[in-house]
């Protein structure tokens, strides 16, 4: 049984692709890891929501640009482009305010 689906330390390096199986391999391995990176970032969404004791701090400008500088500067430091890491990020913090607001909801009854 040929196996088809691979783990992140399996996949060949992009570099080493030959075919559109390699590069899907590759691709469908690195989604899988990245959902289970987003799924523990929202554990951490879940825990700042617990500690807020007020909705309106869910929401934080200062914050949000800190974190897509430092983003922005790590996608530089590993030659991501800038282009794709910063609006990526930016609809992630948008789509993680939205469910920290629907946590805090939950766990203080708003």
Do not use: N
């Not at 330390?9 to 391999?25: G, I, K, S």
């Not at 590759?26 to 500690?51: P, T």
């Not at 990526?88 to 766990?107: F, G, K, M, N, Q």
Request: net charge neutral.
């Amino acid at each position: 049984m040929i196996k088809t689906t691979l783990t992140v330390d399996e996949r060949l390096p992009a570099a080493d692709c030959q075919t559109m199986t390699d590069v899907r391999q590759g691709v469908d391995a690195l989604d899988r890891a990245l959902v289970a990176l987003l799924a523990e970032r929202q554990g951490y969404m879940d825990a700042a929501a617990r500690i807020k004791t007020e909705r309106s701090k869910v929401f934080d400008r200062a914050r949000i640009e800190d974190v897509v500088d430092k983003v922005k500067a790590a996608a530089r430091d590993a030659g991501l482009s800038e282009a794709i890491a910063e609006p990526v990020w930016r609809v992630l913090i948008d789509r993680c305010i939205a469910y920290e607001h629907a946590s805090w909801d939950r766990t203080k009854g708003a």
